[in-house]
């Protein structure tokens, strides 16, 4: 952590220490330290005990699981014989299907149970969805971050090799015919020459500056003869419209290139992403059928989507494991990245662990390590300058056929100083170090802030699926089988206006034999026993 108080606008979050504060057990159940070092099997050991939690909890379900569904299959068997003999009481005081009593209770809860454990699931596909969006976030903006240090360290490579490509162009065509002219007078003949190995010394200074990047051929300033032809520049591209590469191998390439990282990260990161979108639409299809097959009472869409939910479940568990130990790996890096940036080969192999300090901690305090580079080249271009102008003053009313060579060489002189203006401010740790606390940023704040949502999400949709898988069996059971269906529909076929307790008290009446009229006047004729008309007089016989 001690590291940690010299990188300007960026300090651990609570998220990261409290994960970076977990205790840590290898295989052996021993106590390690937490300390990010992926390449160590011993670290790696801590984070699959982290990771076998899951697992844990994934047996623990389905031992959950398979008592409830022993219990509907098994303890309920001797239910039937009790359901049947009081079946018409429960008849009696029903309506609709017949559900009442301790069956319609039992069928009420187990429902509600359903519905309980599928809001719960709803819940957590939205916490989900909003994890997601948070690690996207944060993974765009640490490879926006990686492609614009990518830009600028491609920005300094061109620079220094135009630089060293228009100096060598001076070397080998005008400097020399400027010596070949004056060789008669020395003293042009000295300015000339000088300018020359100024040029020859400022090519070898700038081929010493190196970012991680391809070394140039050594002898590139010693020997006069070779040309700008061969050296081919490179041009750097804007992070806007650079190209996504997809990553030809595995391997982390050395000396470690932030474009390399930032394609294979945009890569895996979309892969990432659309799983989890995958998964977060099948968790939502699983509950919406869910309600719709209890609220239609279809049993087979109830069984489809139990398969469904077991998949789901599995998925859960398995994605709390692995983000679990993605959490705590990020939290270990998190919270100390300066210390493992510095200790780590891949990215301390073609820079000096110096070069690396200065631009991740960017210290008012620390001089730049090009510092005495770029001021001795400055000091190279202010000579190369002065004997210049000083053949332009003495030497061309002499010899007027140097004027097209000296012209030249202070062109491309002009375009040198320019170039070596613009590099002298890249080079400035400031504006690399930006890029670096931008993407710790994203990786740091938003990314794990995301993963911790997801983590939270698998976790409570784990939980939901679990009681979901123990309350479907029971609901599907208690649901009416075909042949009463088709019972129900032969009765209300007959007379559809008549409701279940009519046709119940209708056929009790008929066994219990034919009743007198209720209303029975002496002489009158019989009058339906539900009329309320009163009845007809009766007229005297003439």
Known sequence: MAAMTTVPSYSPSLWVRMCHALPRLDLTMQMRENIFVPDSWEYQQTLLVLSSLSAIALVLSLLVVLSFLIHYCCCHRGDRSEGSEDEEEDEDGSTGHGYS????????????????????????IGIGFYGNSE?????????????????????????????????????????????????????????????????????????????????????????????????????????????????????????????????????????????????????????LFILLGLAKQARWLLILMTVLAWLALFLSWGSLGLETATVVALSDFCSDPNTFI?????????????????????????????????????????????????????????????????????????????????????LNCRGLNKDYIDSLKGLCYDGMEGLLYLCLYSFLSALAFTAILCSLPGAWRSFPSESEEYEDSDSESEDPFTSHQARRQTASGSQRGAMAPFYNYPGAGWTPPFSSAPPLPTLPAC
């Not at 069956?103 to 149970?113: E, H, L, N, S």
């Not at 640490?142 to 490579?157: E, G, K, W």
């Open 342 to 426: 510095l200790n780590s080969t891949h990215f301390n192999s073609g820079t000096s662990s110096d070069v690396l300090d200065y631009y991740l901690t960017c210290s008012r305090r620390m001089n730049s390590p090009f510092q005495q580079l770029l001021t001795q080249s400055q000091r190279a271009l202010s000579s190369i300058h002065t004997h210049l102008s000083s053949l332009d003053r003495n030497a061309l009313p002499q010899f007027p056929k140097a004027e097209k060579s000296l012209r030249d060489v202070q062109q491309i002189l002009n375009s040198t100083e320019g170039n070596f203006h613009q590099l002298v401010a890249l």
């Open 135 to 287: 690690a996207n976030d944060g993974m765009y903006q640490l490879t926006s971050s990686l492609l614009t240090a990518n830009y600028t360290l491609a920005s300094i490579d061109l620079l220094i090799s135009d630089t060293i490509t228009g100096l060598q162009l001076s070397v080998s065509g005008p400097l020399i015919t400027l010596e070949e002219l004056f060789t008669g007078s020395k003293p042009f003949l000295v300015s000339a020459r000088n300018c020359r190995r100024l040029s020859e010394n400022m090519i070898n200074l700038l081929s010493s500056i190196s970012l991680a990047r391809s070394s140039i051929d050594a002898g590139l300033g010693n020997d006069s003869s070779v040309s700008g032809a061969s050296i081919i520049p490179l041009t750097p591209v804007p992070p806007s419209v650079a190209p996504t590469m997809v990553p030809t191998g595995g391997l982390m390439p050395s000396p470690f290139s932030p474009g390399w990282a930032a394609n294979t990260l945009m890569v895996n990161e979309d892969y990432r992403w659309l799983s989890y979108v995958l998964l977060l639409l099948l968790d939502l299809i699983v509950c």
């Open 101 to 124: 009593g301790k069956k319609g209770r039992g069928i009420c809860c187990v429902t509600w149970v359903a519905v309980a454990a599928v809001t719960l699931c709803c819940v957590a």
